[in-house]
């Protein structure tokens, strides 16, 4: 399908038609802090925006989600499972946290495939958003993430300053177009050097950061000193996992209030906490900071790579921004290269 073009005075216009027919989720600001949430308007709806300080991943692996219910009074303990969501669109998502969803798909759609985040993956139809700034802490061209381009969105819209260049990029967005086509014009062939002009600025800006050499490096530095030095500053907090868009840590949690109802929940969990790997008697694989520390940046640096030909890291900058005491991955990137 052709690029298409939406006038920017008709934007919210074209989000309240599709939050009449989907669950709407999209950036809005709060106290000077913008986060993505489900909207009945679009009148709330931010569109000059950086990026929202907790990603969108929440809306397909959720902070907290219940799995099912049960009563254990009844002789087949009556275990039911819970509605999925309904149709939604997703609208503003940046490129690395369009990334960030493709990543999360290596981990919850493999060997063994998890309904319960598929079925919101499934039913959500992603609207990208290109950069046309970025925040100082940006490094998502490391990870080969171009601010201009959205892998795995449906539609792409770059703002071109008194217009949105639309990009349809799968049969979903072809069908959120066709569905509201009094909204869409057809490009004249010069949105893509608009394009071009309007996104530079953010390619220049972000931080240039090479991974060239560091996945071959951390193969050899389980014992290396870095991870003692590093791990003196980190607090142990897990700020970097909450913030952080590739994270799928959880644990799993029945819940019951003495009565014959409970039901059974997870929740985000963080490699960075003491508890995390503690085993039932006690033992504990991973005793200290450096362990934790280690485990950390390894799995974005090598074992996601291993396991699944990727970083597990996409440059968003959030954990540069929210670490209390300043240690953040591009340091690390930096001082793996600079090892012997």
């Known amino acids: ?51 929202g300080v907790i990603p969108p991943k929440d809306f397909f692996f959720p902070q907290s989600e219940k799995m099912f219910t049960y009563n254990i009074n009844d002789p087949t ?12 669109v997703l609208f503003g998502a940046r490129p690395c946290d369009v990334k960030s969803i493709l990543l999360l798909d290596k981990v919850f759609d493999a060997e063994f495939r998890d309904n319960y985040y598929l079925d919101k993956r499934d039913k959500t139809t992603i609207v990208a958003m290109s950069c046309n700034d970025c925040r ?17 969105a449906d539609l792409l819209f770059t ?11 799968t049969e979903k967005g072809e069908k ?10 057809d490009d004249d062939g010069s949105g893509a050097g608009a394009k071009a002009k ?4 953010a390619k220049a800006k972000q931080m240039q950061i ?4 560091v996945k071959e490096k951390l193969d050899n530095m389980w014992e290396h000193p870095i991870w003692d030095n590093e791990s003196l500053r980190c607090i142990g907090c897990g700020t970097c996992t909450y913030v952080c868009p590739t994270c799928h840590c959880f644990d799993i949690v029945d819940y019951n209030d003495q009565s014959a109802e409970g039901y059974r929940y997870r929740c985000w969990d963080s490699c960075q906490f003491s508890n995390f790997t503690r085993a039932a008697g006690g033992h504990q694989p991973r005793p200290s900071k450096k362990e934790r520390i280690r485990q950390r940046f390894l799995h974005k640096l090598r074992y996601f790579v291993d396991r699944y030909g990727d970083f597990g890291c996409v ?22 290269k600079e090892v012997g």
């Not at 440059?315 to 793996?336: F, H, M, S, W, Y």
Request: hydrophobic share 40%; net charge negative; aromatic share 6%.
């Open 1 to 51: 399908m052709a690029n298409k073009i939406v006038k920017k005075d008709q934007i919210k216009n074209l989000l309240n038609k599709v939050a009449q027919s989907s669950q709407l989720i999209a950036p809005i600001k709060s106290d000077s802090i913008t986060t993505f949430r489900p909207v009945s308007s679009a009148e709330a709806v931010v569109l000059d925006y950086q990026n």
């Open 77 to 88: 303990w009556d275990i039911r499972e819970v509605e999925g969501v309904p149709e939604r």
């Open 136 to 152: 100082h802490t940006c490094f998502c061209g490391a990870f080969g993430i171009s601010p201009d381009t959205a892998e795995g």
């Open 159 to 169: 703002d071109l300053g008194d217009k949105y260049l639309v990009e349809v990029l």
């Open 176 to 185: 959120l177009v066709n569905s509201a086509k009094e909204f869409f014009a």
């Open 198 to 201: 309007a996104t530079e600025m």
């Open 210 to 213: 090479s991974l060239e050499g």
């Open 315 to 336: 440059g968003c900058g959030r954990c540069l921004e929210k670490c209390p005491v300043n240690l953040d991955i591009a340091q690390i990137i930096t001082k793996v």
